[in-house]
C-alpha cells in the first residue's frame, strides 16, 4: 500500500512539471469518494465521501498561492454476527490550508498543491448487544494532517481532482468545480 501511495504521488509530481496557475480569488469546491482509511470498524465500509473548499489568498513570493479553506468528511463500518449488530460513524471537519504553485505554466488545465489540515474526529460506535464496554473505547479527538493533491480542468470550471492524504481515506477522487 506504501509503495502505491509513493507511486501516485510520484506520478501527481512528475505531471504538475506544468500547471494551471492557482489565482489569489480562485475558489473550488471538491466532492469525492475516498479509498482506504486508517479509521477502525468491522464488518462492511459504506464508502468515504468528502466535501473541500480552497479559497485564494494570499501570493506569495515566488510562483504560487496560499489557500485557505475547509474539509467535511464520512464514513462507516457495519458489522452483524453472533445475533448482534455494531456500527462505526466517523465524520471529518477541519480548516486547511495549501500551496499551489504556479512556476508551470505550459498545462494550463491543470492544479497541484499540497497542504496541512487541522481536523476533528467526530467517532461514534453504536451496538445492540448487551455488552456496550466497547463504544468508550472509540473517542473523537483532534488532529493534524498533511496532504498532496491535484486537480485536471476539462471546461474553466469543472474538472476531476485527486488527493492523497488523511481525512476519512487516504486517497480522494472525484469532481471539482471553481468558482
Do not use: C
Not at 30 to 41: K, M, P, Q, V
Not at 66 to 79: F, I
Amino acid at each position: 500500500m506504501k509503495k502505491a501511495i509513493f507511486t501516485l504521488m510520484a506520478v501527481i509530481i512528475a505531471i504538475a512539471a506544468q500547471a494551471q496557475q492557482f489565482q489569489k480569488g480562485t475558489t473550488t469546491a471538491n466532492l469525492g469518494i475516498g479509498l482506504g482509511t486508517s479509521l477502525g470498524g468491522l464488518g462492511t465500509a459504506r464508502p468515504a465521501i468528502s466535501l473541500s473548499v480552497d479559497h485564494g489568498m494570499w501570493d506569495v513570493g515566488g510562483p504560487g498561492v496560499v489557500s485557505l479553506g475547509g474539509y467535511v468528511g464520512n464514513t462507516g463500518y457495519k458489522y452483524t454476527d453472533l445475533g448482534y449488530t455494531a456500527k462505526w460513524n466517523y465524520t471529518i471537519v477541519g480548516v486547511r490550508g495549501a500551496y499551489h504553485y504556479n512556476g508551470f505554466t505550459n498545462v494550463s488545465k491543470l492544479d497541484v498543491y499540497g497542504g496541512v489540515m487541522l481536523g476533528y474526529n467526530i467517532a461514534k460506535y453504536t451496538s445492540d448487544s448487551e455488552d456496550s464496554s466497547l463504544g468508550n473505547s472509540y473517542g473523537s479527538g483532534l488532529g493534524f494532517t498533511g496532504f498532496l493533491g491535484g486537480r485536471w480542468f476539462f471546461t474553466d470550471r469543472i474538472g476531476a481532482y485527486a488527493e492523497l492524504g488523511y481525512g476519512v481515506s487516504v486517497l480522494n477522487a472525484g469532481v471539482t468545480y471553481k468558482f
